[in-house]
């Protein structure tokens, strides 16, 4: 098993910055993948950016390319969501989560409880 916790949400005013942070314990050296997706009220829960545990390869939704970046530190079994420019279509739950192999944009195994992101206009 692994689990994960995020931390970092908050509120901000659009064009501002957040960090989001999960940190994974348990089984961590089975992870291939970690992952952040968001869900906004009334919407279906989608993919925000992944990064692959060992070789750090990074994947972005269309929507939050060049403004999220997605990062690790292995020592901390934690991975990182910073998130610049942000707007208001970016409120919403953020999750984080993680799998013992791909595909990258669905089909995850753990999941966090998730951090609430609200971008004021």
């Known amino acids: 098993q692994v689990q994960l916790v995020e931390s970092g949400g908050g509120l901000v005013q659009a064009g501002g910055s957040l960090r989001l942070s999960c940190a994974a314990s348990?089984?961590?050296?089975?992870?291939?993948?970690m992952g952040w997706f968001r869900q906004a009220p009334g919407k279906e829960r989608e993919f925000v950016a992944a990064i692959n545990w060992s070789g750090g390869n990074t994947y972005y939704a269309d929507s939050v390319k060049g403004r999220f970046t997605i990062s690790r530190d292995n020592a901390k079994n934690t991975v990182y969501l910073q998130m610049n420019s942000l707007k208001p279509e970016d409120t919403g739950v953020y999750y984080c989560?993680?799998?013992?192999?791909?595909?990258?944009?669905?089909?995850?195994?753990?999941w966090g409880q998730g951090t609430q992101v609200t971008v004021s206009s």
């Open positions: 989560a993680a799998d013992k192999a791909g595909p990258v944009s669905v089909g995850y195994q753990y």
């Open positions: 348990g089984r961590t050296f089975s992870i291939y993948v």
